[in-house]
């Protein structure tokens, strides 16, 4: 049976000071991140032990913790790959473009990804995804870590929006934390996760 590991970042807890502090950044990874990678391992082991012993009446309540601690660890992996001390800016080539085509402008889809990150109702993550059945650039909202993506929509820039991605720093200036967010996004990443998923 395969299992999850806590992933090292690119970069010192140190690095993102412009969006984020140190004490924030480290918190966030070693001790948020990492509780998501241990209950998605230890969820495992009990639904192995659920299934080896026929009792699968507590199958879905697992599945569905299951679920939550995955998608927390697959989403954070993702806005740390996102974020990069030499971010910020705009992307130009065919990301470029597309955001062009499917928002109006990279200061359209700016506003709208922004509006649904701090709009979100309690704790979530604001998402551009990429949905493949119209081929499209979407924004979206995910609440908590799961429950109303698209289906088979890929998440390419996400920006977490639970309280403990900001609230010793921001307080609860929601808006303040998010607007600092762009200032290290890493772009080429972003890039590269598009091409993937739309061919380009």
């Known amino acids: 049976m395969g299992t999850y590991a806590l992933p090292d970042l690119r970069y010192d807890y140190s690095a993102l000071e412009r969006a984020m502090s140190a004490e924030i950044l480290e918190l966030h990874h070693s001790k948020h991140h990492a509780a998501y990678v241990k209950g998605a391992n230890d969820t495992l082991e ?22 939550f601690h995955l998608s927390g660890h697959v989403l954070h992996s993702l806005f ?14 065919a ?3 597309a955001i062009e085509e499917h928002f109006g402008g990279f200061e359209a889809f700016r506003k709208q990804l922004t ?22 650039l979407i924004v979206e909202q995910v609440y908590d870590h799961h429950g ?10 996400a920006f977490d929006a639970w309280e ?4 010793l720093q921001y307080r609860n200036v929601r808006p ?3 607007e600092k967010l762009w200032d290290v996004v890493d772009w080429n990443d972003v890039a590269a996760r598009f091409a993937a998923v739309a061919g380009s």
Do not use: C, M
Not at 48 to 54: D, G, I, L, T
Not at 80 to 93: A, F
Not at 148 to 157: F, I, R, S
Not at 164 to 167: N, T
């Open 46 to 67: 009990q639904l192995a032990e659920a299934r080896s012993k026929e009792q699968f009446g507590t199958l879905v309540g697992l599945q569905k913790t299951h679920a």
């Open 80 to 93: 740390w790959e996102n974020l990069s001390p030499d971010g910020g800016d705009r992307p130009d080539g």
């Open 95 to 97: 990301l470029g473009t």
């Open 115 to 136: 509006a649904a990150t701090v709009g979100v109702q309690g704790s979530g993550w604001g998402i551009l995804g990429w949905e493949p059945l119209s081929r499209s």
């Open 148 to 157: 109303n993506v698209g289906q088979g929509t890929t998440p390419l820039l």
């Open 164 to 167: 403990h991605a900001y609230y």
């Open 176 to 178: 303040d934390y998010v």
